[in-house]
């Protein structure tokens, strides 16, 4: 079994650089791709025309124009398996609940005498979000991206999502419905991200996209960022596992195969302090991919991308994870709450033997759209802080601007705008 996930004892620089290697981190594309690039383009000159030639093109499915959008229907949910809309309608409040919590707020008061300053926060009019749907239907993706901007205020949502031989999945159009999503576009790839940034006449223009996709979303994300605005560059997700061995290896095996059932890019890294342990959740893992339905898939997963590494001590084992800065980190430790705070970089955090990533995944409450590849060292999860933006207010009397407009007139001096400081002067009797 170790020749899928193998054993590395190693320093922490050594074995970070060793995995950044293993998983492609770091690397820099400066070409992106050629075909992205050309969909971007005919979807920008042809609209419509372009969904409806690369859709049967790249995904086999024939569109016409006038079926492409479709409103979500609130009456779906009475045709879902009640155990289901169940299910949906808690993760919904829960999610809603957490964002809640975090919505921004602005300010403004008098910060001296004579002079206000102060914010508006302002809900973006118009946002897109991309649910993946080529292998399967993921209704959590609707609810994460969804409910943040419908908590921020967002007046439309828009979801693109790839079209399907047959309909639209149900539970997709319910999560649709829970999470106040508008319309529902049945296009996916490059050219749902295009049709989203450029608009076209079936396809409403937006001011932000977020959501996971494959690399060809990604990249064409990347490239109308500054057209529209975007929540990041996702890539293959990640977990890295922090144990003591305090916790059944059967718990940490699952939660390694939870990840790398996912796809095949994904990333799992499992730090241990001890050696016998990291044999035991291999041989863990070994057993539960016996008969297990994405066996391929997770084995490929563990070959290509997993690594256990061997720590000295828990110290050696947090400066890892820090240096990982994963987009999962599970802490299964027996005193887990003495390490969280010592845990600088991750997008987020799973505390304690009971706390599984996949509660993250469906209804904790904390989104999970998290920053991947290492972009945990300045990234965010997306939350409502992504759907809206701030202005910045203020307002001087004439007294304030006696006071300070003379120091402006300064330093604008020193740059060489004259016009700049002429503006103040001629509001204050200042010849100069």
């Not at 508008?182 to 959501?211: E, H, M, N, W």
């Not at 990234?379 to 009397?397: A, C, I, N, Q």
Request: aromatic content about 6%.
């Amino acid at each position: 079994m170790s020749a899928i996930m193998p054993v590395l004892a190693t320093t922490a620089d050594e074995f970070a650089e060793i995995f950044a290697q293993k998983c492609g981190r770091n690397a820099i594309d400066l070409g992106g791709e050629p075909l992205v690039v050309q969909i971007l383009e005919d979807v920008r000159r042809r609209g419509d025309d372009a969904l409806v030639y690369w859709t049967q093109k790249l995904d086999k499915v024939v569109l016409r124009a006038e079926r492409m959008v479709l409103e979500p229907r609130p009456d779906c949910l009475d045709r879902l398996d009640p155990d289901l809309r169940t299910a949906l309608e808690v993760a919904a409040e829960r999610i809603a609940d957490y964002h809640r919590r975090n919505l921004p707020t602005g300010w403004y008061e008098q910060t001296e005498p004579d002079i206000s300053l102060g914010v508006r926060v302002t809900p973006h009019e118009r946002v897109g979000i991309y649910v993946p749907g080529g292998k399967a239907a993921y209704p959590s993706s609707v609810l994460m991206c969804g409910i943040p901007a419908k908590v921020a205020g967002v007046d439309e949502i828009v979801m693109v999502t790839p079209p399907r031989q047959r309909h639209l999945p149900l539970v997709i159009e319910a999560a649709a419905v829970l999470a106040g999503v508008s319309r529902i576009v049945q296009v996916g790839g490059a050219q749902a991200i295009a049709a989203l940034a450029f608009g076209t006449a079936t396809v409403p223009r937006v001011d932000k996209i977020v959501g996971p996709g494959n690399r060809y979303v990604a990249e064409a994300k990347r490239q109308v960022f500054g057209i529209v605005d975007i929540d990041s560059v996702a890539g293959p997700s990640e977990v890295c596992i922090v144990a003591d061995g305090s916790v059944d290896p059967a718990w940490v095996a699952a939660d390694a195969l939870a990840q790398a059932e996912h796809d095949e890019a994904a990333a799992v890294l499992l730090v241990v302090t001890d050696p016998g342990y990291a044999e035991a959740v291999q041989q863990q893992i070994a057993a539960q991919l016996v008969d297990h339905p994405r066996a391929a898939i997770a084995e490929a997963s563990l070959r290509r991308n997993g690594l256990i590494a061997v720590c000295a001590d828990l110290d050696e084992a947090v400066d890892l994870a820090n240096r990982f800065a994963p987009e999962h980190l599970e802490l299964c430790l027996a005193e887990p709450d003495a390490v969280v705070e010592r845990i600088r970089h991750a997008g987020a955090i799973f505390i304690g033997a009971h706390t599984p990533e996949v509660v993250g995944d469906y209804l904790a409450g904390p989104n999970h759209v998290l920053p991947t590849q290492g972009t945990a060292r300045f990234f965010s999860p997306l939350g409502t802080e992504d759907f809206v933006k701030r202005t910045s207010l203020m307002s001087f009397g004439a007294e304030a601007l006696q006071k300070y407009g003379p120091l402006a007139a300064r330093l604008a001096d020193e740059e060489g705008l004259y016009s700049h400081a002429a503006s103040v002067r001629v509001r204050i009797g200042d010849g100069g």
